[in-house]
């Protein structure tokens, strides 16, 4: 009987602990102002709205090879872990047929209020796919327009061997794929990065885009790393202005005065 007298004691001062705990965190994420769970940010538009005549006059849609894309299965949509993506090939005009960064790939998924989500990464997605690793790196590439730090975007950049794909007619077997994110007003590379801006106890919104990125020739030749990151700036600068303004609400990140600045009439 006294055993089962000290094993109750010591349940109800654990279950006292534990709920003084709870009260008092919560009352300290009120003072502080803190918040653990994320609202969502619901875009302005839909990705598959994005305009691709506002890239124009230099860059415009490659309709021939984005309507060779197959559709995504639900199967596929709930493995991206999100239905906001756009998939599309862009040519730039300036270029000749067989330069090998004319045409881009641009493919963009979003998502939004959860702190604790894992980003999907081409170094795994195409590791899974049969290809294999032989370089990565990071670079900072100039983007006029991007609300960006000294307009530097930072860019990781990896380069795979794999075998031959559907546009691979040259039969080139290195791809270079460019990535970034989006997360909160801020443009990162890592998904620890991004996981750590979400989870700013201080903010209350929470969201993040992968930008993603792959060049080719009219034939399919793939450029590589360094032609890819050169060409990867007038691109983003054209298409960065138009996601952040069309798309991504980034009032809820302003500074207040900015805010109430611009609620006033």
């Known amino acids: 009987a006294a055993a089962r007298?000290?094993?109750?004691?010591?349940?109800?001062?654990c279950l006292g602990l534990l709920v003084s705990a709870a009260v008092g965190l919560k009352a300290a994420a009120s003072w502080f102002g803190w918040h653990f769970r994320k609202e969502a940010v619901a875009l302005k538009a839909p990705l598959r709205l994005f305009d691709a005549r506002q890239l124009g006059p230099r860059y415009e849609l490659n309709k021939a090879f984005t309507d060779r894309l197959p559709p995504m299965?639900?199967?596929?949509?709930?493995?991206?872990?999100?239905?906001?993506y756009l998939q599309v090939y862009v040519t730039d005009t300036e270029k000749r047929a067989d330069d090998l960064t004319r045409v881009a790939s641009i493919?963009?998924?979003?998502?939004?209020?959860?702190?604790?989500?894992?980003?999907?990464?081409?170094?795994?997605?195409?590791?899974?796919?049969?290809?294999?690793?032989?370089?990565?790196?990071?670079r900072a590439v100039?983007?006029?327009?991007?609300?960006?730090?000294?307009?530097?975007?930072?860019?990781?950049?990896?380069?795979?061997?794999?075998?031959?794909?559907?546009?691979?007619?040259?039969?080139?077997?290195?791809?270079?794929?460019?990535?970034?994110?989006?997360?909160?007003?801020?443009?990162?590379?890592?998904?620890?990065?991004?996981?750590?801006?979400?989870?700013?106890?201080?903010?209350?919104?929470?969201?993040?885009a992968k930008i993603e990125v792959t060049f080719q020739s009219e034939i399919g030749a793939r450029a590589?790393?360094?032609?890819?990151v050169t060409a990867l700036g007038p691109l983003l600068e054209r298409v960065l202005p138009v996601l952040l303004k069309a798309h991504i609400d980034l009032?809820?990140?302003?500074?207040?005065?900015?805010a109430r600045a611009r609620e006033q009439p």
Not at 73 to 84: F, I, N, R
Request: glycine share 8%.
């Open 224 to 228: 590589g790393r360094d032609a890819s």
């Open 5 to 13: 007298s000290r094993t109750s004691v010591r349940y109800w001062v």
């Open 142 to 208: 100039h983007v006029g327009g991007a609300r960006a730090p000294q307009d530097e975007v930072p860019v990781r950049v990896l380069e795979f061997r794999g075998k031959q794909s559907w546009l691979e007619a040259s039969g080139a077997d290195l791809v270079s794929v460019l990535y970034f994110f989006h997360a909160n007003g801020a443009y990162l590379t890592t998904r620890d990065d991004v996981r750590k801006k979400m989870s700013n106890p201080f903010q209350r919104y929470a969201y993040y």
């Open 107 to 138: 493919f963009i998924t979003y998502y939004t209020g959860k702190p604790d989500m894992v980003p999907h990464v081409p170094d795994e997605c195409y590791l899974a796919g049969g290809y294999d690793l032989v370089n990565r790196a990071a």
């Open 73 to 84: 299965s639900e199967d596929m949509v709930e493995s991206l872990g999100t239905s906001e």
């Open 251 to 258: 009032d809820k990140f302003a500074p207040a005065g900015a």
